[in-house]
């Protein structure tokens, strides 16, 4: 049933207008907040300040956003979608999985970088999300060659994705010029993941990565959270 059966005929245009209204000061907040916070880094940026510079009241915006940590929740899921389509060009069919690892993280950290000041606070708002079977990095998994045994290639993106926070996390702390080291990081993690895959045919490789997988099961506690924060975040904010 069309959820506006559920209000009196002589509101339902009136809740029609409302919806777009909300979503366009939502936009303009959002669009606010990411400016300053690559003009003027996460830690300089206050409420108050998005508030000025998007037109909306300090009140609404409170009302949107609890704290500039959940509009980094939202500039980290845009830009994780921003590397998606980046990424996805390169991910072809018969590439190495040494390449397209090289691809997916070298694109997450181009795609992130513009935003480095703000590192600390896409860990803290929720991280990563988990492997999305329609993602960049399942993507990057399924279209390699040589393929891995199907039951490693089951528990790969776990680990990928496990390796890929490892990354995030260092980039975020990295200080280096041109975050050369988190680039080095990236260059060794690649071909180091993609042996492992092929060596775990091995069966006391394939032992040692199935503890490892299990290690990463047990800390999926931390993903699960951050799906609880982001529908918490849209179950008492709906626009």
């Known amino acids: 049933m069309d959820r506006l059966a559920w209000f009196p005929a002589d509101q339902r ?42 037109g909306v009241s300090l009140g609404s915006t409170y009302y949107y956003f609890e704290s500039k940590d959940d509009l980094a929740l939202e500039l980290f899921d ?55 079977e329609n993602g960049a990095l399942v993507a990057a998994i399924d279209s390699s060659r040589p393929r891995a045994p199907l039951p490693v290639r089951q528990g790969l993106p776990e680990l990928v994705h496990l390796i890929t926070r490892a990354i995030l996390a260092f980039w975020a702390a990295d200080t280096s010029p041109d975050r050369n080291r988190s ?29 490892i997988l299990a290690l990463v099961r047990a800390l999926g506690s931390e993903d699960d959270a951050r799906s609880r924060r982001v529908r918490g975040a849209a179950g008492g904010h709906a626009a």
């Open 13 to 54: 245009g009136e809740h029609v207008q409302q919806e777009p209204k909300s979503a366009r000061t939502r936009a303009k907040l959002k669009s606010a907040a990411f400016k300053l916070f690559r003009s003027k880094g996460f830690s300089n940026t206050t409420l108050r300040a998005i508030a000025t510079e998007s």
């Open 183 to 211: 680039r080095l990081l990236v260059a060794r993690a690649a071909p180091l993941t993609a042996r492992i895959a092929v060596l775990s045919r091995l069966p006391v490789v394939r032992t040692i990565l199935d503890e």
């Open 78 to 132: 845009d830009l994780l979608a921003e590397h998606r389509a980046r990424v996805a060009p390169d991910l072809a069919t018969g590439n190495t999985l040494e390449h397209n690892l090289r691809s997916l993280w070298d694109g997450l950290l181009d795609t992130l970088e513009p935003y480095h000041d703000c590192g600390t606070a896409f860990l803290r708002a929720g991280g990563l999300p988990p492997p999305d």
